[in-house]
Structure formats: C-alpha cells, structure tokens
C-alpha cells in the first residue's frame, strides 16, 4: 500500500488522491504531466538536490522560461525545506549578480537558452533542454535515490525569496514564508471559484509572484489543471482559450494582456464562454479594458496585491465586477486593510491615503535587509506604497503608485486617472503619463502615447480631449509620441524608463 502523504506536501497528496489527474499541460514543450508524474520528479529532484549538497534553508536559484521546472523545484525545496530563488531572466548579468551575490544560492538551474549567462554567474549548475532527456537536470533526475526523506516544514519556514523589481536602488529580496503561499491559496481559492476542475490558461512570467500565485499554486493547491505558456502571444492565447478540447476555465494577466487581446483582430471572434474568472492586477486598469471585455460577456475580475503580500491582498468579487467597476475588491478573507494619511492616521472615507496590510500572507521582510524591513511596517502594518481610496460599502479603489503621483500646482495628481482620459481616444494603441518640472507650477504632466497604426493623432488632439474630461491642473502640457512602451516582464509600464528618457539632466523643464 502507498504511505499516507504529509499533510503539507499538495502534490503527494493530490498523487495518492487523484494520481491520474493532469495538473500540469506545457504548451511550449507539448509535455504533460498528471499528479502521479509530478510527483514521481519532485522525489527525484528532491534525492538529486539532496546528493548535491542541498539542505534545510540553502538556496537553489532558477533561470528560465516558463516551464513545469518551475513547479518541480518548488516542490522538491519544499520537501528538503530548501529555498527557491526564482530569477528574473530579462535582467542583466551584473543585475543578476548583484541578486546571486546578496542570497548565495549553492546551484544554480538554468534553461539551455540562458546557458551563456549561466556560466556567467556560477559553477555549479543543473541545464534545462526540452529536447534533450540526456541534459544534466533530467540525467539527475534519472540517476537519483528513488527517495528522499521529506522534513516536516512549518508556515514560518521560508519557501522562496522573491526580488522586487527594483524600481528604486538595488532590487530587495522579498522573503515569501510557506504560510504565506498557505494563505494565498486560502484567500484566492474560494473567491476565484477554484476547485480540481478547474484550468487556467497561465501567461505570466513564473518567476514573478503573478504568474507562480495568481492563480497556478492555488490550482495546483485544489488539485487542478494549469496551461503552461512560455511567452505570452495575444493571438495564441485567444486561440487556446476559444479551444473547447482544452476547457480553460481561468486566466489571469496584468492590463497589458488584457489589452493586446482586445486590439487583435482574433478578439471579437473569440469563444469566451467558458470562462468562469478572468482576473486582473499588477496595475490600475483602464476603464477602455475594462469595458472592452465586458462587452464581450467577460466582467474582468480586479484585484491588488504585490509581491510582499504573496500576492493577494484585495480582490472583486465575480458578482461586483459591473457593478463596481474599476474597484479592487475588498480585503481577501483573512487579511486586513488600512487607508491612512501623511498623519498616519485613518482617512475619513472617501478620502485618499496610503494601503497598509496585515495579515498571514504578508512577509516577515526582506532578505539580509533589517533596515528595510523596520521601515517598512508600522506596528506590524506593512506600507504597500500604493495610495487608494475607499467606498461608502468598503470597496477599495487603488488610485496609483504614491511614487508615481506628481503634485502640480499644489495639487495631487494621479497618472492613471489621466491615462484612462487618453485611452478614450480611439487613436491610441498605449499611453503613460508622467510628471515633469516645471518652473511655475513645479511640475505638470507629459503623456506618452503610442498610436493605432495608420492612425492621426498631435499634441493639440490630445489636448482638447483632455481639456473637456479632466481638471486643468490634470491635463498634461506636453505630449511624445512613441513607437512602444517600455514594460517589465510582467507588462507593467517602466515609468523610471520613461523618465530617464524624458527628463534627463539635459532636459530642459517645460515652462
């Protein structure tokens, strides 16, 4: 008779309950693998970390694409109570450095297709191919113990460490507990309608806490089928979620994608009918998306969390969706939320403030960083940097980044709020704002847009539009036009590009 599994190990348990079930479909590679499958190689990595030298607490680190690697790893640090070190893999080698430097993992695994860099910045290393069974990950895998013994890890037990973009300074380490991943299945599962029959279409990058936690881990948690895409393409992704052989049920994205499949010619045909929940987060969503995929039957359920609240935090429910359109939702089920003001005290309602959080699925800290983790929480609270607002029914409204908000005139001013006003304008294919100096009025808004091609549009277009939707104060004074945005891997908008770019030392403020 099998052994009973640990009451923490999701994929022993899922392998003995439902061994047959496919939890994890690689589209890139065609691979599939049911729960007895990923749990045979999360033993077998598990016995090969093992034999390397891996134990309690050490870190492994990964470089590559998405893939089921990713899945495997984790639950395989899992039963040696390793760490997962997930790696960023559109950064440089000296931003990788500076990451590998500050967390010492003892390997490094890496996709063939990052090789170069990979030797770059270790010795010892495990190489991911697809299409070669005899490449080092999976000659490990094969030559292994048959078993490990698995230690019992507790939710204070650190599952991976998770570094943050980095918008500011040297990115931080964002240490993620297995309690919070825990709780994350906990207060994402039951509002997101996921159960073992659910499948989820997912297009984020697994190395950012979007594509590994909203919602993969929590369908992995119920015994479900994740889809595996190993770069997101707005066409295929529409393809496969109109195909009824595959059943996709779930999808969650950033704005970005959401927004690329509703200006592709395959959008208005698609069949959209199958999906239960389409959810949206990473950044303030225009009401343009919003609207787009609601007239095709399909409410985008919004919610806000980052990569220290792993990552839900708030979320809509499917019901409120119209209703409530453009909210982020409540407070997730055993999580409590804060606004307050520059006096640290609680907003009147309505009012605007800062999101603080606290709960089970918020981080300890960072990693090899006190001083940053003492700033970054108040009696336990910690400080999203997000500024928000809250409804008469408790719904909250994440208004944009605190960093990103510029103050004109005296006035505070939100770019997302403007860039809603732009993405009414048919003309526009993507828009940013951002706030630049100004000798009277200290500084004003620029806007940044990227036209539909073959598409007129100038600055004074832009500007009447604005003038008869926005306070003046709001309407921005100068206008670019660009060929694209710069995005981060997740699709948010790299405004510290945009600003590098547009207001350099040698730009002169716009008076």
């Known amino acids: 008779m099998p052994g009973i599994p640990p009451y923490y190990d999701w994929i022993a348990h899922h392998a003995h309950r439902r061994p047959a079930q496919l939890a994890i479909d690689d589209l890139q590679t065609a691979r599939k693998f ?77 996709d063939k297709s990052f090789a170069q860099q990979a030797r770059a910045l270790a010795k010892n290393l495990l190489e991911i191919d697809a299409e070669n069974p005899d490449c080092t990950y999976e000659r490990a895998l094969a030559t292994a113990s048959k078993q490990v013994a698995a230690i019992e890890v507790t939710h204070d037990d650190i599952a991976m460490v998770m570094y943050t973009s980095g918008t500011t300074g040297h990115p931080k380490g964002a240490i993620i507990t297995h309690g919070m991943v825990f709780w994350n299945c906990v207060n994402l599962g039951i509002p997101a309608l996921i159960s073992p029959k659910t499948v989820q279409l997912v297009v984020l990058p697994l190395f950012h806490t979007g594509g590994l936690n909203c919602y993969a881990n929590p369908v992995l948690h119920a015994g479900g089928t994740i889809l595996i895409m190993r770069a997101f393409d707005p066409g295929l992704a529409l393809d496969y979620i109109s195909n009824p052989s595959l059943g996709i049920t779930h999808f969650f994205g950033v704005p970005a994608p959401y927004q690329f499949m509703m200006q592709h010619p395959k959008f208005q045909s698609a069949d959209l009918s199958r999906l239960q929940i389409a959810g949206v987060g990473g950044a303030p969503c225009a009401l343009a998306i919003l609207e787009g995929w609601s007239a095709r039957g399909v409410p985008l359920v919004q919610g806000w969390g980052m990569t220290e609240t792993s990552p839900a935090g708030t979320m809509l429910d499917a019901a409120d969706a119209i209703r409530k359109v453009g909210s982020a939702g409540k407070a997730m089920m055993h999580t409590a939320i804060r606004i307050i003001g520059d006096d640290g005290k609680d907003v009147d309602q309505g009012g605007i403030g800062e999101l603080l959080i606290k ?73 940013a704002i951002i706030g630049v100096p100004n000798e009277r009025w200290g500084e004003v808004g620029m806007a940044i847009i990227v036209r539909k091609p073959d598409q007129a549009l100038e600055e004074g277009d832009v500007i009447r539009h604005c003038l008869g939707r926005l306070a003046k104060f ?32 040698d730009k002169p403020a716009i008076s």
Request: aromatic share 10%; charged share 20%.
């Open 34 to 110: 049911t729960y007895a499958d990923i749990d045979r190689r999360t033993g077998q990595l598990a016995a090969a970390l093992s034999e390397l030298g891996i134990a309690k607490g050490d870190r492994v680190a990964l470089l590559a694409p998405n893939g089921a690697e990713y899945f495997e790893l984790q639950f395989a640090c899992g039963r040696l109570g390793a760490i997962m070190l997930p790696l960023n893999w559109r950064l440089t080698v000296p931003e990788l450095e500076y990451i590998l430097g500050d967390s010492s993992p003892k390997l490094l695994v890496h």
């Open 359 to 431: 709960g089970p699925n918020i981080t300890p800290g960072y990693w090899n960083k006190p001083e940053a983790t003492a700033a970054a929480f108040t009696d336990g609270w910690l400080h999203t940097g997000d500024a928000a607002r809250m409804d008469d029914e408790g719904f909250v409204y994440i208004v944009d980044r605190w960093k990103d908000m510029y103050i004109s005139g005296g006035e505070n001013v939100y770019p997302a709020e403007v860039e809603n006003v732009l993405f009414q304008l048919p003309q526009v294919a993507d828009a």
């Open 474 to 505: 709001k309407v921005p004074q100068a206008v670019a036009f660009v060929d694209v945005l710069p995005r981060n891997a997740t699709g948010k908008v790299l405004k510290r590009d945009l600003r590098v770019q547009f207001v350099g030392a």
